[in-house]
């Protein structure tokens, strides 16, 4: 087997033709022998250094060598076998769910929201009407919050497991086959919601359980090392039972955390990162991005940076071409953006999350509330920005007037249905988080993508739900609690994952482990 790298111009498609070429000449062979070289393409980057082209990686194989083929598990029929209970249908839920039919035991798997069509209805009521369902929105239901946010499967946590199987799994319940060599690969929202009820009809057909409107409301674990699960009130309660519990509750499920905080199982404060949206003409990224040689027929330019602002992080994070501001609040009175993007990513808007890292001793004065200090951070930040503006408006400010600290003189058109709010945004956050961004936004105007720090910018509050700020302790051999034997910590909500594929890998883990 040998590697190589070859290109083409971004419009055009790689021939054949083209690939047999230089196969045989990276290979030393006859041009007679250009139909029996055998190849695989690994992976398609965009190169917009010079000329805009793709750059694809191949592996090539000689008719005498073996081209090892990816083959996926078979799922078992599990409806007679020993049940596992899987507290969430997020990422981490649905892979564990999957990883478990593979061998052999039946997924129980509840969620505390709606599946994934009942929850759009939820979902609209929050953008037209500000109506919040704490059990069913942008960040709880079916398929969890990446459902809703572009399904971008960008990772680079390799050494957690093979990406090969969520890819390959995505691709087999409906996804486009690109995302398996697509350097940064994206399903999108109008998409992703039909790929994730093709998995729940699967685990279903093969045995497996899924109970929706089950929001998890404790877990006790019996004498013997089994768990009860319970789901809804102490006096009309239903009980789940297993041997082992997989909790893939996502990073915004604060019950979840009080109760471990309430029975006195460990858990800690975790870092995160908190800033806001940033709002872009997509027009405007594309420009920059390809250099001013931006045509239709190219991908929409997406864009990532990182940077170092006295002592702490400032980063990029959840960026969407193409896409639109949402409301991802789950609790009356609190205010938080997200970002989506559909598969075709052509609004005429690009936004980010731009955050600043946090650690449990930036802010002392919430040291009170032990593991969940900076989930309280979290939510008086949250509460703030909802009592600026008295609804889901999002208190916004022009890019360059944040940083000069003075007031806009209105704003412009944005992508959020609720709508922006003139506001002194660099006032109501966080001093913390306000200094960095405000050093932060002309360095990378200046230094990395030049034309991106502009008054044209909108910025707007906050972005918070970026990861965990708690984490629930496990095991790094067996991967369950520290203090409580089968329970399985999961995902972005118990602090060990950062996105769709990180999340689902860790899920295939913690079942593998069962």
């Known amino acids: ?116 069509h009942a929850r759009k209805f939820d979902m609209a009521k929050l953008s037209k009407e500000g109506v919040v369902n704490p059990d069913s929105n942008y960040c709880f239901g079916e398929g969890g919050a990446g459902t809703f946010s572009d399904g971008k499967l960008y990772t680079r946590s390799s050494k957690r497991g093979d990406i090969r199987e969520v890819l390959h799994q995505l691709v087999r319940f409906g996804a486009d086959p690109t995302i398996l060599i697509d350097a940064h690969p994206h399903i999108g929202s109008d998409k992703l919601p039909i790929v994730v009820e093709n998995i729940r009809k699967c685990i279903i057909e093969h045995g497996g359980e899924y109970h929706f409107d089950s929001r998890v409301t404790d877990i006790v674990k019996k004498g013997d090392g089994s768990f009860d699960v319970i789901v809804g009130s102490e006096t009309s309660p239903t009980v789940y039972s297993s041997r082992k519990v997989i909790l893939a509750t996502g990073h915004s499920a604060r019950d979840i955390y009080e109760m471990f905080d309430r029975k006195g199982w460990e858990i800690q404060a975790k870092g995160f990162a908190l800033g806001v949206r940033v709002e872009h003409p997509q027009s405007l990224i594309n420009k920059i991005q390809y250099h001013g040689k931006y045509q239709p027929y190219m991908p929409t330019a997406e864009y990532s940076f990182v940077t170092q602002i006295e ?115 660099h006032e109501l956050l966080p001093e913390h988080v306000s200094l960095r961004l405000k050093y932060a936004f002309p360095e990378i105007g200046n230094k990395k993508m030049h034309g991106y720090y502009t008054n044209d ?31 399985y910590p999961c995902g972005e909500g118990a602090g060990y994952a950062g996105g769709i594929v990180s999340s689902a890998l860790d899920g295939i883990n913690c079942a593998a482990k069962i």
């Open 1 to 116: 087997m040998k590697e190589i790298e070859i290109t083409c111009k971004l419009g055009k498609e790689l021939t054949e033709d083209e690939i047999q070429t230089a196969a045989i000449k990276a290979l030393g062979m006859s041009p007679k022998a250009k139909t029996q070289v055998r190849y695989r393409i690994m992976r398609r980057s965009i190169d917009a250094r010079n000329d805009i082209l793709y750059r694809y990686r191949l592996e090539l194989y000689k008719p005498d060598e073996v081209m090892p083929e990816y083959v996926l598990e078979e799922y078992q029929d599990v409806s007679q076998a020993e049940p596992v209970v899987v507290i969430g249908a997020g990422p981490a839920g649905m892979f564990a769910g999957l990883k478990l039919l593979m061998r052999g035991f039946k997924p129980v798997i509840l969620e505390r929201g709606k599946d994934v």
């Open 311 to 425: 002592g702490r992080g400032v980063f990029s994070f959840c960026m969407c071409p193409g896409g639109i501001l949402v409301p991802a609040a789950t609790a009356e009175g609190e205010l938080v953006l997200n970002g989506m993007s559909n598969s075709a990513r052509n609004s005429k808007w690009a936004n980010s999350g731009v955050v600043v890292q946090i650690e449990p001793e930036d802010f002392p004065e919430y040291a009170q509330h032990g593991p969940l200090a900076l989930l309280q951070f979290q939510k008086d930040v949250e509460r703030k920005m909802f009592e600026y503006t008295g609804s889901l408006k999002a208190p916004a400010q022009r890019m360059m007037d944040f940083c000069r600290r003075i007031p806009s003189t209105g704003l412009p058109q944005t992508s959020y249905h609720p709508g922006a709010a003139n506001a002194p945004l």
């Open 457 to 487: 910018a909108l910025l707007l509050g906050v972005e918070s739900r970026t990861s965990s700020p708690v984490r629930i302790p496990r095991d790094s051999e067996t991967l369950e609690h520290t203090q409580i034997a089968g329970l």
